[in-house]
């Protein structure tokens, strides 16, 4: 049971540059939810998804997009890399109701020149 | 609008010297507070779920309490290994979303 993981764990990208950061979990669970991470800022929702089909935006959507076709896989693609989202991104998952903790995956770095 | 504030930004103890960091929170609907622990490099790692006042859990040298405004982390006897930023987080809504308060960086000096 390898329960969140996330790839890659760096990543350096130019202005401009598109990718995808993947996030992958084996227990089950419905909800799945993205974050940032700052300096001074603490943990930032980005967008999150309560089930296969179905995603939300959180408090810091803009120039992020998710998708989530299956429970297993919640990936996040940057359309087009800026230097404000140089942070570190986590994925986070929760079983649903009834069990609202959230488990979280190690981490992207990501560095955008 | 749902608000989480934790307090001190960051703490200095020595090993033995038993303190307490508190997580003020203002939510519509409490449907759960979080504790994570978190090392650098490292994603959050968790600790407790509290669900109501009055609760409070217990993990080793750490307990939470939780009263209808806050909740507090206590830190019994913390040793060197205690070393890491706590993070408090709230649910008030049925979707998983979670609000993080800023976080108290903790550092236990042998």
């Known amino acids: 049971n390898a329960g969140v993981t996330q790839t890659p764990k760096f990543q350096v990208l130019k202005t401009g540059q598109s990718m995808t950061l993947q996030c992958a979990q084996d227990m089950n669970h419905e909800y799945m939810s993205w974050y940032r991470q700052d300096p001074g800022m603490g943990l930032r929702l980005i967008h999150y998804?309560?089930?296969?089909?179905?995603?939300d935006q959180g408090e810091v959507p803009n120039g992020y997009n998710v998708s989530r076709s299956t429970t297993e896989d919640f990936p996040l693609r940057l359309l087009s890399a800026a230097p404000s989202q140089t942070s570190v991104y986590f994925c986070?998952?929760?079983?649903?109701?009834?069990?609202?903790?959230?488990?979280f995956g190690p981490g992207t770095r990501l560095l955008v020149l | 609008e749902d608000q989480v504030t934790q307090s001190p930004e960051a703490l200095r103890l020595q090993e033995g010297e038993s303190s307490s960091l508190n997580c003020s929170y203002t939510?519509?609907?409490?449907?759960?507070l979080f504790w994570y622990r978190q090392d650098p490099g490292k994603g959050p790692e968790f600790l407790f779920t509290l669900y109501s006042a009055g609760e409070e859990k217990e993990k080793e040298r750490l307990k939470a309490t939780l009263t209808k405004k806050e909740s507090f982390l206590h830190i019994t006897a913390p040793k060197p290994e205690d070393s890491a930023t706590y993070l408090c987080?709230?649910?008030?809504?049925?979707?998983?979303?979670?609000?993080f308060g800023q976080g108290t960086t903790l550092q236990v000096k042998p």
């Open positions: 986070a998952s929760t079983k649903g109701l009834g069990d609202e903790t959230q488990y």
């Open positions: 939510v519509s609907g409490l449907r759960g």
């Open positions: 998804s309560v089930g296969a089909g179905i995603t």
């Open positions: 987080a709230v649910n008030s809504g049925n979707t998983g979303k979670l609000i």
